[in-house]
C-alpha cells in the first residue's frame, strides 16, 4: 500500500490559517489524493481530495506538489470546530476496489 | 442524501454473544466498505462490497465475522463468540464505483464486549 507520512501533531490558534502536511514519496500516476478528517466519536467526514491540480472547496484547498510527492491541506480560518484528526490518504486503484487506507492521522488542536 | 446510516450506535454485550450491526449505504452508492477503529487508531479496512458481490476481506476479519449485502443495499456485519478484543468503533461507508469518487462515512457502531 502506498504509504502516507504526516505529523502526529500540530497546534494553532483560531482564526489563523492552518497548514497541515502531507507526504506521499511512493505515489503512482493513478492515486488520488484524498483528505478526511474525524472529530471525537464520530466517522471520518471527507474533506477535499485531488489528482495533479489544486482544488478548492467550501471547507478547505489542497495544494499539490508538482511531483506529487507532497501535499498541503490548508484550512483558511481555524475555528474551534476544526480540532479533530486529519488524514490523508491515497486512494487505491478501481482494482482494489478505490479503499481507503488510513494512518495515524495529525491531531489538530485549535487555541482560542 | 440521507448519508450512510448505521445501527445500532452502541451495543453493550457479554463475552461469548453474538451481535450485528446493520448498514444502509447512500442510495445508488454500488460500493460499500466495512472498517473498524480502536481508541487512539486510524480506520483499519476489513471487507467490500460491489453491489453484493463481497470482493476483499482483510486478514483482519477472522472466521467469527461475516459480512452479507444480500440484495447489493444494506450491508450487515455480524461477529459471533464475542471476545473483548473485539470492542471497537465499527465503521460503514459507501461510494460510488469510480476511481478517485468520494468515499462517505457512517456515524459507527461502538460495540463494548464485558
Known amino acids: 500500500d502506498a504509504k502516507t507520512t504526516q505529523p502526529n501533531s500540530m497546534e494553532s490558534n483560531e482564526e489563523e490559517p492552518v497548514h497541515l502536511p502531507c507526504n506521499h514519496s511512493?505515489?503512482?500516476?493513478?492515486?488520488?489524493i484524498h483528505w478526511y478528517r474525524q472529530l471525537p466519536s464520530q466517522g471520518p467526514e471527507y474533506v477535499i481530495h485531488?489528482?495533479?491540480s489544486n482544488v478548492n472547496n467550501r471547507m478547505a484547498s489542497l495544494a499539490i506538489a508538482e511531483d506529487r510527492k507532497s501535499s498541503t491541506l490548508i484550512l483558511h480560518r481555524a475555528t474551534l470546530r476544526d480540532a479533530a484528526v486529519y488524514y490523508c490518504?491515497?486512494?487505491?486503484?478501481?482494482?482494489?476496489?478505490?479503499?481507503?487506507?488510513f494512518g495515524a492521522g495529525t491531531i489538530l488542536r485549535v487555541k482560542s | 442524501d440521507t448519508g450512510v446510516s448505521q445501527n445500532p450506535r452502541h451495543k453493550i454485550t457479554k463475552r461469548g454473544q453474538n451481535v450485528t450491526f446493520r448498514c444502509d449505504p447512500i442510495?445508488?452508492?454500488?460500493?460499500l466498505y466495512w472498517y473498524r477503529q480502536t481508541l487512539g487508531q486510524g480506520p483499519e479496512f476489513l471487507t467490500y462490497?460491489?453491489?453484493?458481490?463481497?470482493?476483499?476481506k482483510s486478514r483482519l476479519l477472522s472466521d467469527r465475522f461475516s459480512a452479507e449485502r444480500p440484495k447489493g443495499s444494506f450491508s450487515t456485519l455480524e461477529i459471533q463468540r464475542t471476545e473483548q478484543g473485539d470492542s471497537a468503533m465499527y465503521l460503514c461507508?459507501?461510494?460510488?464505483?469510480?476511481?478517485?469518487?468520494?468515499?462517505?462515512f457512517g456515524e459507527g457502531s461502538w460495540l463494548t464486549v464485558v
Open positions: 461507508a459507501s461510494s460510488r464505483d469510480r476511481t478517485g469518487n468520494t468515499i462517505y
Open positions: 511512493t505515489i503512482s500516476g493513478t492515486d488520488y
Open positions: 485531488g489528482l495533479t
Open positions: 490518504i491515497l486512494n487505491l486503484p478501481q482494482e482494489y476496489g478505490n479503499k481507503l487506507v
Open positions: 442510495s445508488e452508492h454500488n460500493r
Open positions: 462490497f460491489q453491489n453484493e458481490a463481497q470482493l476483499e
